[in-house]
């Protein structure tokens, strides 16, 4: 009776001796229902022959409960190995796959390597393991990637490191990735390398790091770069470390910053430089800033420069600090300014203070802007005295005043004759006062008017004196009033005549009185016209009295 006639049970309960007593051709008859009927023994008994003759649909019915019975001599051909699902190849003993040739295990496919367990991986020796193509390596899961012992690692060809995805590459441990070599580190793709877990990145020793090319450590997450203590940075030397991005730079904490050697440092670029963040720099001590060269200092922002504490501003040395350029000083906040000694001070340069804009020369200390010398603060535009606070015009010396041009004084946002003391405001000169508009004169209040003396007075124009008030000219005594020569009193428009007290009137002197035009004789009242005596309107000359009206004739005394 042919084979295939038996039914399931029949097969069941064959002999061994039957069973091994069945020919090539008997044993393709078999039904796989057949086959998958076979106790577990007589399956261990078929011979290496019969396997062979077994068809891949026969293959495929096998249970997992039969895979494991088949003797390792015995074992499946290439064309047999395919044809297994996914659960039988499972259920292959690690007996099985170490016997199994390198022709059989490339037969394998990425699917098929997916369902070994993490043992039978294991189980392939070296050149089982050297066997396995790109494709099947692609096919190890993160869980069998995670399972390889370092023996296994160790067993990778550099192509098989190679062909790892980012996802399997970021299952490997740090042990794992201890134990490639610095060739094999130095192959990995910038995508591999960027998967490494931040515990693999860790486990890499100096031999490792300083094996990566500028290429892979531009690679480098920013995530990675965080996670770096300051003895793995130590590791990069600085030709790694001038191939950081300014982004990854970005990433590192003053901490990390610090950690970092001289030579390193000086291996940034000026881009590189110019991506630090105001808060990695706040971080530094007065020692790390002393790593950054000249150049570098140079290529520092404003908003970095004006991040700094004035520790770290002023720990920046004679050489560094020159390399400040216009749009570095404007970074420098008020703060910084108002906290500098006059040490400090005194180490910026006449054109990096003539940089400064309006509202930082307003937040210099006194003390350091009456530092300035005469040709400094000359420089100065009217802007930039516009600047100056009214506590620094308040209190600049007599010496600060003098240095200060006729268009600076009147440039002062706080009228002159208010904002300098007594002492400054004696210090002007005639041509200082001479800068001042109508507006700023009249501003002055009468106790600071009344304090200039003859030669201040002597400084203003006919415009100017225009500009003094009804409450000015009414606080005028004679003392006051003396003050003024023929030309100024000529100069008085008639309205400001009247406001005159007629006591002062009263005092004028033969010259003060011929001093006043035609024109400004119809402005005083009678009241200041009764106020004269007889020997003043005896002064008066003919085209002054001529210029009288009928009222101020009828009260001119008798």
Do not use: C
């Amino acid at each position: 009776m042919p084979i295939n006639y038996l039914s399931t049970s029949q097969v069941a309960n064959l002999a061994q001796t039957r069973i091994q007593a069945l020919s090539t051709t008997q044993v393709r008859q078999m039904a796989s229902t057949q086959l998958s009927a076979l106790n577990t023994t007589n399956v261990a008994t078929l011979s290496t022959t019969q396997v062979a003759a077994l068809s891949s649909t026969q293959v495929k019915g096998l249970t997992t409960t039969q895979i494991p019975s088949f003797s390792p001599a015995v074992v499946f051909d290439s064309v047999q190995l395919v044809a297994l699902s996914g659960a039988q190849v499972d259920a292959l003993t690690t007996t099985q796959i170490a016997a199994l040739d390198t022709t059989r295990v490339k037969a394998f496919t990425a699917t098929q390597i997916a369902a070994f367990s993490g043992a039978k991986i294991s189980a392939l020796d070296e050149t089982q393991m050297a066997a396995l193509s790109s494709t099947q390596i692609r096919g190890l899961t993160a869980t069998q990637i995670a399972s390889l012992s370092t023996t296994d690692i160790d067993e990778l060809l550099t192509s098989q490191i190679q062909a790892l995805t980012a996802t399997q590459v970021a299952a490997l441990s740090g042990t794992q990735v201890f134990q490639l070599d610095e060739t094999e580190i130095g192959l990995l793709s910038t995508s591999q390398v960027a998967a490494l877990s931040t515990t693999a990145l860790a486990a890499l020793n100096t031999t490792h790091i300083q094996g990566l090319s500028s290429t892979q450590v531009k690679g480098l997450t920013t995530t990675q770069i965080a996670s770096l203590g300051p003895a793995d940075f130590a590791e990069f030397d600085p030709a790694q470390v001038s191939a950081f991005t300014p982004t990854q730079l970005g990433a590192l904490t003053s901490t990390q910053l610090s950690s970092l050697s001289t030579a390193q440092v000086e291996a940034f670029s000026t881009t590189q430089v110019a991506g630090l963040t105001a808060l990695q720099l706040f971080g530094l001590s007065t020692t790390d800033f002393a790593k950054f060269s000249t150049t570098q200092v140079a290529a520092f922002t404003p908003t970095q420069l004006g991040g700094l504490t004035t520790t770290n501003l002023m720990s920046l040395d004679n050489t560094q600090i020159a390399a400040l350029d216009a749009t570095d000083m404007r970074g420098l906040t008020s703060y910084q300014l108002g906290s500098l000694t006059s040490t400090q001070f005194a180490r910026f340069s006449t054109t990096q203070i003539l940089a400064l804009l309006p509202s930082q020369i307003g937040a210099l200390s006194v003390a350091n802007f009456s530092s300035l010398d005469t040709t400094t603060v000359q420089a100065f535009t009217t802007t930039q005295i516009k600047g100056l606070s009214p506590y620094q015009a308040a209190n600049l010396s007599a010496a600060d005043v003098g240095e200060l041009s006729a268009a600076q004084v009147a440039a002062f946002s706080t009228d002159p004759g208010d904002a300098l003391s007594v002492t400054g405001l004696a210090a002007l000169t005639s041509t200082q006062l001479s800068g001042l508009s109508a507006a700023q004169v009249g501003a002055f209040s009468e106790t600071r008017l009344n304090a200039l003396t003859t030669t201040q007075f002597s400084g203003l124009n006919a415009t100017q004196l225009r500009g003094l008030t009804n409450l000015q000219l009414a606080s005028f005594d004679s003392t006051d009033f003396a003050r003024l020569d023929q030309t100024q009193i000529g100069a008085l428009a008639s309205t400001q005549v009247s406001k005159l007290t007629s006591t002062l009137v009263g005092g004028f002197t033969q010259t003060q009185i011929q001093a006043l035009l035609p024109t400004q004789m119809p402005g005083l009242t009678t009241t200041q016209i009764g106020a004269l005596s007889t020997t003043q309107v005896g002064w008066m000359t003919p085209i002054q009295l001529n210029a009288l009206t009928a009222a101020q004739v009828a009260a001119l005394p008798t």
